[in-house]
C-alpha cells in the first residue's frame, strides 16, 4: 500500500471538470483511508446525535456489518438505517456511486433504493464515495454498462445544486445539497 | 399589426432591466456556448440529433406505443391523449381519488402549455411550483419570459418585494439570501406533498424511461418525495432507442446554459419504492395536442425536431432586446414562434412572426438543425394565403412587381428628394416618412441609375462575358458599387453587361409570404439573365445572390411552377456574389495587388445572408488582407445590423437599438474604415454612422477592392 498515488490523465480530466463546477475531489488510496477522511470530515462539520446534525449512510457495498458499528461508535450522529425524518434533519449525507464520468466530472448511481437518494437530496453537504476502476470516460461508455433494464431509477450528479434564476446570477446550494464532495478510491475492496 | 402588439414591444424597450439582463446572456452565452462545444464535433452531434428525432417523429404513434408497453411491464401507469383538457381531467381525477391535497411540481413546458396549475387550483389543490424561476413567476402571476430561464426579466428587487409581499415580510435584494430563503419556505412544501408533478427531457420508446434534466436538484425531490409522480410529457420528446439519450444529452446542456453537464440528469423507467416502504404510484401522460399533425406536415415536421434549449432565444438579435412576453404566454422566441402557431392557432402567430429579422443566427446554433427562419417564412406564407396581405404591402409589390412603374417611381423619387439630400444622404424625410430618417440617414436616390451609367463606361472588348445583376440598392441608391464591379472585372479580361429585362429579385415578397409575386420576380430574372451568354451571373448584394442562387427554386416550386425550374437551376449554377469571384480571379492570377499600398486599419461586418447562407464571411477578410489591409475584427461582427429589408420600415422600434449596437461595436473596433458585402447593410450602418456625425467609412468590399489592384 502506497501512500502516494500516481496521476493518470482520466482522473486529471475528471478532478478538473468536477472541480470546474464547485465539487471537490479528493483522492485516497484505500478503502480504510476513505473512512478515516469521512470519519474527520464528519468531525469537521460537527455532526452530532441531534435533529439538523446528524449524517446518514445509504447503504453501500463497502460497508458491512463491522465497519458500519465501527463508523458509528466513532462518529455520534452517524445513521445507518436512514429514514425520510432522519435524512430531512442531517447536515450530511453519504453514499457510494457506481460510475464515475471524466469528461464531464460527474459521479452516477443507480438509485432505486429511496435512501441513496435521500442522503444526496435533503443535507446541505453529500459525500460521494466511488471507486476509480469505476472511473468511464464520457456517457457512451457508461451506457454500455448501465441498465434501465436493470435500474429503475439512475442519477448523475455533477457538482452541487445550483441556480442562476435570480438576475442570471450563479448561486450554489438551492434544493439539494450545497456542497459536494466526492471521495476518489483507488482500491475500494466491497466488505468482507 | 395590433395595437396590443405594438404597445407590448413599446413596453418591453422601455424595460432597462429587461433589455440589460438579456443583453449581459446574451454576450456571455455567446462565449459561455463557445468553451462548452469545445473539443466536441458540434455538427456531428447535431447531425445525430436531427436524424434520431426526425426518424422519431416520422414513427410518433409507434414510439408511443412501443413507450406504454415497456413502461407498463414496470409497473407504470401510461395514458396517451391528443386533448390538452383530457390531460388536466386525468391528474384531477387521479389527485381527487387518491385525496391529494398538495402537488409540488418540477418545471414542465408541457403543463405550460396546457394551463394544468389553473384546472388544479381551482378544485381546491394546492399547486406549488419549485424550480426556483418558475416559483417566483408563479408568486407574481406572471408566465415564462424564457423557456429555461423564466423569471430572466425580473431584477433581485422585484424577486424580494415579491417575496416579501406573498411568502414573508422584509426579504431584502440580496441573491444568496433569496434563494437561501426559497429553500427554506419549498422544503416543508416537498417534505408534505402527496403528489409530484414533473415534465421529460427524453422519452425513450425501447425501456419506457423518462429523463429528467435540472440544475436545483428540485426534481428528484419532486420525484421522489411524494408517494405520486406524475410525469407530463409531449410526444415530440420521444425517442427510439436508450443509445438516443447520448448526443441530446451532449448537447442540451451546452445549448442551454453553457454547462458540460447539469448538476442533476435522473433516468426512470418504473416505479420505485417510497420513504414508507410502499412502492411509488408512477403515471407517464404523453400529450399528443397537435404533434402529430405536425408530424404528418412535410415542412413544419422538422420542429419535432425541437430539444427545447432555448437557444434559438439566446442568439437572437429581436429577443434580446424585447424578452418572451412579447412573443406570448408560453413558448417564445424562434421556436416558440412556430409552437404557438401549432399548438395555439395559425392566427396567434400572426403578430408574432413578423419580429424575425430573417438573420439566421438561430439556425446556425440550433441542435436539432432546425431552419426556424425558413419555418417562420412558411407561417408567413401561410398567413398571407389565409388571410390575404395587408393592403400598403399589396400596393407596394404591385409596384415593385411592375418594372417599368417602378423604374420610372424610382427617378421621380430622385428628383423629388433634391430638396433634402445632402452629400448623398437624406437626413430628414418630411411628414409621414421621417421615421424612416430618425435614427440613420437614408443614401440619396442616384441621380442616374446604373443602368444608364454602364451604358458610359468604356469597357474593353473581351470574349468573357459576365452579367450584372444590380438589385433595387446597387441599381438606384448605390451605382458606385456596379461602376467598382465593372472596373475590377475589366482588369481580369471580364466585360460586364446589364441585361435591361433584370426586376426585382422578389425577396421582399418573398419574406412577407407573398410567393407568387416572388415567383414572377424570379421568371421575369431568369428569362433575362438567361438572354444571352455569360459565364457568371455576378450580384454585389447577398439577399439578392441568395435570391438567384435558391429562392428562384423554391418560390416557383412552392407555388406549382415547375415547368420552369429547369432554367431556375441552369440560372443558379452561373450564380456567384462578387467577393468570390474576385477571390477566384486573384488565385487565378487574373487580378494583381497594386505595390506599396497604405496598409489601412479596417474592420468586417459580416452580412446575414452573406455569412450564413453563402458561407463567404472569410473571402473578403483575406482579399483585403491580401491587398495589405489590417484587419481589427470587432464585436459580434456577425450579429445583424437591423436592416432585414423591409423589417427596418416594419418595426422600426426594434431596427433602431439592433443598429445601435453595431455601431458602438463599430466605434469600439477603432478602425477608420467598416466593410461590408451587403448593399443594404452599407445602407443601414453608413447612415447610421453619418446620423451619429462618425467619420469611419463605411463601404462595399468592391469598392475598396477597386483601389487596390494593378
Not at chain 2, 4 to 26: C, K, T, Y
Not at chain 2, 68 to 76: D, I, L, M, N, V
Not at chain 2, 546 to 560: P, T
Not at chain 2, 689 to 698: A, E, P, Q, T
Amino acid at each position: 500500500m502506497s501512500l502516494i498515488v500516481d496521476s493518470s490523465p482520466i482522473i486529471d480530466l475528471f478532478k478538473a471538470r468536477a472541480e470546474a463546477v464547485s465539487a471537490q475531489v479528493q483522492r485516497v488510496a484505500t478503502k480504510a483511508l476513505a473512512m478515516e477522511l469521512i470519519v474527520r470530515l464528519l468531525h469537521q462539520e460537527s455532526v452530532a446525535d441531534k435533529p439538523g446534525s446528524y449524517a446518514v449512510w445509504a447503504a453501500c457495498p463497502m460497508i458491512g456489518a463491522g465497519e458500519r458499528r465501527a463508523l458509528e461508535s466513532a462518529v455520534p450522529g452517524l445513521r445507518f438505517d436512514v429514514t425520510r425524518e432522519l435524512a430531512a434533519e442531517a447536515r450530511v449525507g453519504i453514499s457510494q456511486m457506481d460510475w464515475a464520468l471524466a469528461n464531464t466530472g460527474t459521479v452516477v448511481q443507480t438509485a432505486d433504493e429511496v435512501d441513496k437518494r435521500l442522503v444526496s437530496t435533503l443535507p446541505l453537504l453529500h459525500i460521494a464515495i466511488v471507486s476509480a476502476d469505476d472511473l468511464l470516460p464520457d456517457l457512451s461508455a457508461l451506457f454500455k454498462q448501465c441498465d434501465p433494464r436493470k435500474a429503475a431509477y439512475i442519477s448523475f450528479i455533477t457538482g452541487p445544486s445550483r441556480t442562476a434564476d435570480i438576475e442570471r446570477v450563479l448561486t450554489i446550494g438551492v434544493h439539494g445539497p450545497e456542497r459536494l464532495i466526492i471521495v476518489l478510491v483507488d482500491e475500494l475492496e466491497v466488505a468482507a | 399589426m395590433k395595437k396590443e402588439f405594438r404597445q407590448s414591444i413599446v413596453d418591453a424597450l422601455a424595460n432597462p432591466n429587461l433589455s440589460g439582463a438579456l443583453g449581459r446572456f446574451s454576450e456571455a452565452y455567446r462565449v459561455g456556448r463557445a468553451k462548452a462545444y469545445e473539443g466536441i464535433d458540434f455538427e456531428a452531434v447535431r447531425t445525430d440529433i436531427a436524424a434520431i428525432k426526425s426518424s422519431a417523429a416520422s414513427h410518433l404513434d409507434e414510439l408511443a406505443e412501443k413507450f406504454e408497453q415497456a413502461a407498463t411491464a414496470r409497473g407504470t401507469k401510461v395514458f396517451r391523449t391528443n386533448s390538452p383538457q383530457a390531460v388536466k381531467d386525468y391528474i384531477l381525477r387521479l389527485a381527487q381519488e387518491r385525496g391529494v391535497k398538495s402537488i409540488v411540481k418540477s418545471k414542465s413546458m408541457a403543463t405550460e402549455e396546457i394551463h394544468l396549475n389553473k384546472h388544479l387550483e381551482k378544485a381546491g389543490i394546492e399547486v406549488r411550483e419549485t424550480d426556483l424561476g418558475e416559483w417566483i413567476i408563479q408568486l407574481a402571476h406572471q408566465t415564462p419570459s424564457h423557456m429555461v430561464m423564466p423569471a430572466i426579466h425580473m431584477t433581485k428587487e422585484e424577486v424580494a418585494e415579491v417575496f416579501s409581499e406573498n411568502v414573508e415580510q422584509g426579504q431584502q435584494p440580496d441573491i444568496a439570501k433569496l434563494v437561501k430563503f426559497a429553500r427554506a419556505k419549498l422544503r416543508p412544501k416537498f417534505l408534505h406533498a402527496d403528489m409530484g408533478i414533473s415534465g421529460a427531457n427524453i422519452a425513450v420508446a425501447e425501456t419506457g424511461s423518462i429523463v429528467i434534466i435540472t440544475n436545483e436538484g428540485n426534481a428528484r425531490l419532486v420525484t421522489t418525495l411524494p408517494r405520486i409522480h406524475v410525469a407530463v410529457v409531449g410526444l415530440e420528446k420521444l425517442v427510439e432507442h436508450f443509445g438516443d439519450i447520448t448526443p441530446i444529452l451532449t448537447a442540451l446542456p451546452k445549448s442551454a446554459t453553457a454547462q458540460l453537464l447539469t448538476s442533476y440528469v435522473s433516468i426512470i423507467s418504473g416505479p420505485v419504492p417510497n420513504t414508507d416502504g410502499s412502492p411509488k404510484e408512477l403515471h407517464i401522460i404523453l400529450m399528443d395536442n397537435r404533434r402529430n399533425e405536425m408530424a404528418q406536415d412535410p415542412r413544419f415536421k422538422q420542429a419535432l425536431q425541437c430539444i427545447r434549449c432555448a437557444s434559438c432565444l439566446n442568439v437572437c438579435p429581436v429577443f434580446r432586446l424585447v424578452g418572451g412576453h412579447v412573443f406570448g404566454k408560453v413558448y417564445t422566441g424562434g421556436i416558440g414562434t412556430i409552437l404557438t402557431a401549432w399548438f395555439g392557432a395559425l392566427k396567434e402567430s400572426s403578430d408574432i412572426q413578423g419580429l424575425c429579422i430573417q438573420c439566421g443566427n438561430c439556425k446556425e446554433v440550433c441542435p436539432g438543425k432546425i431552419d426556424i427562419p425558413d419555418l417562420i417564412l412558411e407561417l408567413r406564407r401561410r398567413l398571407a394565403v389565409e388571410q390575404g396581405q395587408p393592403l400598403i404591402q399589396k400596393g407596394i409589390f404591385s409596384v415593385v412587381n411592375n418594372r417599368r412603374l417602378f423604374h420610372t417611381m424610382m427617378r421621380a423619387a430622385s428628383l423629388g428628394q433634391k430638396p433634402f439630400a445632402k452629400e448623398g444622404y437624406i437626413r430628414h424625410l418630411p411628414l409621414f416618412l421621417s421615421g424612416l430618417t430618425e435614427n440613420r440617414s437614408l443614401p440619396a436616390i442616384a441621380d442616374v441609375p446604373f443602368r444608364d451609367r454602364i451604358k458610359a463606361i468604356k469597357q474593353p472588348k473581351c470574349a468573357e462575358k459576365v452579367a450584372f445583376f444590380g438589385g433595387c440598392l446597387v441599381d438606384f441608391a448605390y451605382p458606385g458599387m456596379g461602376e467598382s464591379i465593372v472596373k475590377v472585372l475589366n482588369k481580369a479580361g471580364m466585360e460586364v453587361i446589364f441585361p435591361e429585362g433584370q426586376t426585382c429579385c422578389g425577396a421582399p415578397a418573398r419574406y412577407s409570404g407573398a410567393y407568387e409575386v416572388a415567383a414572377q420576380n424570379g421568371a421575369d430574372n431568369i428569362q433575362a439573365l438567361l438572354a444571352e451568354d455569360v459565364k457568371y451571373v455576378v450580384s454585389a448584394c447577398p439577399t439578392c445572390t441568395v435570391a438567384l442562387k435558391q429562392d428562384f427554386i423554391a418560390n416557383l416550386e412552392a407555388v406549382g411552377r415547375t415547368e420552369e425550374l429547369p432554367a431556375a437551376r441552369r440560372l443558379a449554377e452561373k450564380v456567384v456574389d462578387f467577393s468570390t469571384l474576385a477571390s477566384q480571379l486573384v488565385e487565378q492570377g487574373r487580378l494583381k495587388f497594386k505595390a506599396g499600398i497604405e496598409p489601412t486599419k479596417f474592420t468586417y461586418h459580416d452580412s446575414c445572408h452573406f455569412k450564413r447562407t453563402l458561407h463567404a464571411d472569410q473571402t473578403p477578410r483575406k482579399l483585403m488582407k491580401q491587398a495589405g489591409y489590417e484587419l481589427v475584427e470587432m464585436e459580434e461582427s456577425d450579429m445583424c445590423c437591423g436592416m432585414g429589408g423591409s423589417y427596418t420600415i416594419k418595426l422600426p422600434e426594434i431596427s433602431a437599438p439592433i443598429l445601435e449596437r453595431k455601431l458602438v461595436n463599430i466605434e469600439k473596433a477603432g478602425a477608420p474604415l467598416v466593410l461590408i458585402d451587403c448593399p443594404g447593410c452599407v445602407m443601414q450602418i453608413g447612415g447610421g454612422l453619418d446620423k451619429r456625425g462618425s467619420k469611419i467609412k463605411v463601404e462595399h468590399t468592391a469598392q475598396r477592392l477597386a483601389e487596390c489592384l494593378e
